[in-house]
């Protein structure tokens, strides 16, 4: 695992947690303007989630580190994202699987499992990177889904 400093997201919450995580995937941007990422290639994609809240859960925990792993990794690990129909789709730039749009899918997804806990953390920063030289930090803004 790459070690790096990341950007820091200002929020008002006491609790702060970050989890690295990486997953090897294919994909391809579905416009010919992309040029040399229209076509079928792959990325080990290395993510850092930061998530904030006040309250912890009957673990002592904001969320098991664990959680998010399995939520994004056992999720696109050795996939085409492309064929991730529910999150991307071809005929839809809104949904086409570029680095800003992966990175706030995972969004996303990270705040679809934290709102099933009962202490309720909001995941408040995401950090992909794509090669050795491309990364995108999407952080969800409150009241928007998106
Ligand atoms: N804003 C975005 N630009 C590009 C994206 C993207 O998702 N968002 N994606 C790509 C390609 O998919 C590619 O995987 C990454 O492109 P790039 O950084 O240009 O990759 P290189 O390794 O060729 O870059 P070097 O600077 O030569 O190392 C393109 N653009
Ligand atoms: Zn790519």
Redesign the pocket.
């Known amino acids: 695992m790459i070690q790096q400093i990341y950007p820091s997201v200002a929020h008002p919450y006491r609790y702060e947690l970050n989890k690295d995580l990486q997953f090897a995937a294919a994909?391809?941007?579905p416009a010919d303007a992309?040029?040399?990422?229209s076509r079928m290639?792959g990325?080990t994609y290395f993510v850092n989630v930061t998530i904030a809240g006040d309250e912890l859960n009957a673990e002592g925990f904001l969320v098991n580190f664990a959680e998010i792993k399995q939520l994004i990794h056992d999720r696109f690990d050795h996939s085409v994202l492309n064929e991730h129909e529910a999150y991307f789709q071809d005929d839809d730039p809104d949904r086409?699987?570029?680095?800003?749009?992966?990175a706030r899918t995972i969004a996303e997804i990270v705040q679809d499992g934290l709102d099933r806990s009962d202490n309720k953390p909001r995941c408040v920063q995401v950090f992909l990177r794509?090669?050795?030289?491309?990364y995108?930090v999407y952080r969800p803004q409150a009241g928007r889904t998106r």
């Open positions: 994909h391809y941007v992309a040029g040399k990422c290639h990325h086409y699987p570029t680095t800003e749009i992966v794509e090669t050795p030289t491309s995108v």
